[in-house]
């Protein structure tokens, strides 16, 4: 089991101690310190340092977590949640299982500073069904709040705040990372986005007003107010300050997780993991979880940044890094990435529902030599009508990888149809 | 109020409406305002899911879908813009890859929203090489609508219609991505009031009546505007008609009476209105003419009036205002007392279904006359438009002159008989349980010869010569 990432920073710097599962050892550390700074602030106050530290959501659309809990009502009038999306189901990426297995207080505390902030009674954190380690650390650690009364009422002795937690094991399906759909999970419907509008903050769990935030974004609160908005920002990018837990995936020697400053250039990243094994050769990475654009290894350079990625057609969505040496067909993972997104769409919108599946059956033909230049064309084309037009960005998700990997390694495709065969009889196997 | 722009055209719609609803608000969807849609109704929750009615609004950069995008005052909406043009073609092909393509053997074609707007927003040729996703065939949902799961696009209305008006919720969409399928769930079956309602919203023809299945093609049909007479309520109809036959009733929308609803057996009721009817004039029991009918009933209106003997009127609350009008002064002019009714009455519902199960009640009332099922005592004369009064209450009654559209206890105990029109047969207006005066249109043209209950009670009164 891994308990530490490779490379550690500040939220992950006492992952390896089993005592930071248990809320002395977790204390014993600085923790807490942050939540006491919070309330001694008034709750605006505390957004606004959160607006001003530039923290971006990490659950993939990277959202500025401030902005987004200033969208939540001042008023009172009706209870406030908060839920906590540790569905974590991007392929590719497995941080927010650590942080939750192993940093459960830094995301405890980082609720309750987002609670104090918003004003929110109730969270409820949506951990992936599968995570059972996770779901037991994030219990025993919300059952220590109460009996510490940490959680409860007037909690700290602030007159007034309570807050309460709930642990919820999510049922195991992609789309209910969504936080809409997270949302349909949550109340026992089946996983489907809402349409928007209303959005969370004004109609979410519940009905009621909703904030949703990963795993990884609340861990990162604690260390914003114990330290100061200048420390955070002094760490990645301009626009992407801090760290996060990149992790590597694939053809590389050393496999898992390492928390590295954002903007951290790709090449440094496949460094830490020891390169591309066996002395092969790199073919290309998804930078950010499967439904992000490949990269080709001529982009080695770019920062591990939205705003550098986003320049190279592609996004740090999760930080899942996956890597793929040269023995791979790229028509076998155009034709895995589709599948996935064939089997995952929720069904709701026409243009996801029917695209999905006709984009896998064209890769499914051109891989097994089936294809022609008119299927070759027609996969030119159909991730477009699916692009931009659904009610999530799921559609996008599935349109984005197909064309990145049509971008830049054309030839692959092309070598299927001219040769009605795939020339890569070394790749992985479907 | 706000205003709203659509394709360089300002309208003032009401607030809080989104663009689709304030259009339709305005009656201009598709009546000017061309938004193609599938998964949103007028009288369902939104979905949002279809994606065909997206337009292009100003100042957004992606398209948005007209059904739930709220409108603000100055938004300026474009339904006619090639990227608006591209997305539709977009969505038309999708949704035709897996759609059979059995439009000539499909009962919904004529009147099929995929084949309309197919033709209208897609693209002439198919691109796709790829087998169509089998489904099931002809499948029976209960005892009144019949399924043909390959042809559902998933437009989900007939889900929100089974969960939001009869709140029967018999229907889900099952599994996801392109394995989703529309079901019962297990052990329901699709057997509430208002089944038959699914029929009329699904846009293709994966839902139909098992009754109106294969009996005509629907561009052999007129519609007829016209009113259900099976309750008080008046639900707005649409009769189809082929060859002076009735086909069936689909409900028409008034937003007033019965939204865009009708319950099942309101639209099974035009098969009543056919059978058991009363053809022929009869006199002293005997089949007579028309002539000879009349000129008994006359003698007999004009010997009670000058015996000074009693003459009573039994109204019908299924007769027109005009047919109920000219019976109340027919009544005056032979100094009778204002005419009785009485209307039948079973359950009724928090939907559509109303107790009193007759259309003109109110009619009735509204002209005077008096709510009773008494006997109606000693009397030289009845005059009885229709038979919702039951025979018994005529113990005492010497002569009944009954003008009637169906054969009945009291049609066989009458003096004098003669055939009535049905509402089908004849234009007027019911009053509905809410006081709205509704007209409806004659439909068919009887088999047999037979007046309307006005000009029947016209003849009877030239021959007695009462002016």
């Known amino acids: ?430 | 109020m706000p205003t709203l722009s659509v394709d360089g055209i300002d309208y003032e719609v009401p607030e809080g409406r989104t663009v689709l609803q304030a259009i339709d608000d305005l009656g201009l969807l598709m009546n000017g305002v061309e938004i193609p849609h599938y998964c949103w109704h007028p009288k369902l929750t939104i979905d949002g899911s279809c994606r065909l009615c997206q337009v292009e609004i100003e100042g957004m950069p992606k398209l948005q879908i007209a059904c739930n995008t709220p409108v603000t005052n100055g938004m300026k909406v474009h339904t006619k813009s090639e990227r608006v043009l591209s997305a539709r073609r977009g969505v038309m092909e999708l949704l035709l890859i897996n759609h059979p393509l059995d439009c000539p053997i499909c009962d919904q074609a004529g009147e099929c929203k995929l084949q309309d707007y197919a033709f209208d927003w897609g693209v002439t040729s198919s691109r796709t090489r790829e087998p169509r996703r089998p489904a099931k065939k002809s499948v029976d949902l209960g005892p009144t609508i019949v399924f043909d799961q390959e042809r559902c696009i998933l437009c989900r209305r007939c889900v929100r219609f089974c969960r939001e008006v009869p709140k029967t919720g018999e229907l889900g969409v099952f599994n996801r991505g392109d394995e989703s399928l529309l079901e019962l769930f297990p052990g329901s079956e699709l057997d509430n009031p208002y089944s038959m309602n699914v029929a009329d919203i699904c846009p293709v023809g994966a839902l139909t009546t098992r009754d109106f299945r294969f009996k005509v093609r629907v561009w052999f049909t007129d519609d007829v505007e016209s009113v259900c007479n099976q309750c008080s309520r008046g639900c707005n109809i649409v009769a189809s008609r082929s060859n002076n036959k009735i086909y069936r009733f689909v409900p028409r929308r008034n937003d007033a009476v019965n939204e865009t609803w009708m319950c099942d057996h309101g639209r099974m009721s035009y098969k009543k209105n056919a059978n058991f009817r009363l053809t022929a004039p009869s006199v002293d029991g005997h089949a007579a003419t028309y002539t000879d009918a009349v000129k008994r009933a006359a003698e007999l209106v004009r010997a009670t009036r000058d015996g000074s003997g009693k003459i009573i009127g039994v109204a019908s609350p299924f007769a027109s205002n005009a047919d109920l009008a000219a019976f109340r002064d027919l009544l005056a002019r032979l100094g009778a007392g204002p005419a009785r009714f009485s209307v039948p009455r079973a359950e009724s519902d928090a939907i559509l279904i109303e107790a009193e199960k007759a259309p003109n009640a109110a009619g009735c009332r509204a002209l005077g006359m008096i709510e009773s099922g008494d006997q109606l005592g000693r009397a030289e004369l009845a005059i009885v438009l229709g038979h919702t009064t039951t025979a018994e209450v005529f113990g005492d009654v010497k002569n009944i002159v009954l003008i009637d559209t169906h054969e009945s206890a009291l049609s066989v105990r009458a003096t004098v008989s003669l055939p009535a029109r049905t509402f089908l047969e004849k234009s007027g207006t019911f009053t509905n349980s809410r006081g709205h005066v509704q007209d409806f249109s004659a439909v068919v043209e009887p088999a047999f010869e037979a007046w309307s209950e006005a000009d029947a009670l016209a003849q009877i009164a030239a021959a007695a010569g009462i002016s």
């Open chain 1, 1 to 430: 089991m891994i308990v530490e990432p490779y490379v550690k920073n500040y939220l992950s710097e006492h992952y390896g101690d089993d005592a930071y599962r248990t809320l002395a050892g977790y204390e014993a550390a600085g923790g807490f310190a942050g939540l006491k700074k919070a309330v001694a602030l008034p709750p605006e106050q505390v957004t606004d340092l959160v607006k001003a530290s530039g923290l971006r959501g990490r659950g993939g659309a990277g959202f500025a977590t401030g902005l987004k809990w200033s969208f939540m009502p001042k008023t009172n009038d009706r209870m406030k949640v908060i839920v906590v999306n540790g569905d974590e189901s991007e392929p590719g990426s497995f941080k927010d299982r650590l942080i939750m297995e192993r940093g459960p207080f830094e995301v405890l505390e980082g609720i309750l500073i987002g609670a104090w902030a918003m004003g929110a009674q109730r969270t409820f954190i949506y951990v992936r069904g599968e995570y059972k380690e996770a779901i037991r650390a994030l219990e025993s650690a919300v059952k220590e709040l109460y009996a510490r009364k940490l959680l409860g009422k007037n909690i700290l002795g602030k007159k007034g705040f309570e807050h309460d937690i709930v642990v919820h094991s999510g049922a195991g399906a992609y789309i209910c990372g969504e936080e809409t759909g997270l949302l349909e999970s949550l109340e026992g419907k089946k996983g489907q986005p809402r349409k928007k509008p209303p959005f969370p903050a004004q109609h979410g769990a519940f009905g009621l007003p909703t904030t949703v935030n990963n795993v990884e974004t609340f861990a990162h609160v604690p260390f914003i107010l114990e330290r100061g908005v200048e420390w955070f920002k002094s760490r990645g990018t301009d626009k992407s300050p801090g760290t996060t837990l990149f992790g590597v995936s694939g053809h590389v020697e050393r496999p898992g997780l390492f928390e590295l400053p954002l903007g951290t250039p790709l090449r440094e990243v496949l460094g830490h993991a020891g390169g591309v094994r066996g002395g092969r050769r790199l073919k290309g990475v998804m930078p950010g979880g499967l439904s992000m654009p490949i990269l080709p290894p001529t982009e080695l350079e770019v920062p591990m940044a939205e705003e550098f990625l986003s320049q190279k057609g592609t996004h740090l969505g999760t930080g899942g890094v996956m890597v793929m040496d040269e023995s791979v067909c790229m028509v076998r993972v155009a034709t895995v990435v589709a599948y996935f997104f064939r089997d995952e769409s929720c069904g709701q919108c026409t243009q996801c529902r029917e695209g999905t599946a006709w984009v896998h059956k064209l890769c499914q033909k051109i891989e097994q030599g089936r294809g022609s230049a008119e299927d070759l064309a027609l996969l030119d084309n159909v991730p477009s009508l699916m692009e931009g037009q659904t009610i999530c960005a799921f559609a996008d998700a599935a349109a984005w990888p197909i064309q990145g990997l049509l971008r830049h390694f054309r030839d692959d495709f092309e070598a299927h149809v001219r040769e009605k065969k795939c020339p890569f009889p070394e790749s992985f196997e479907l």
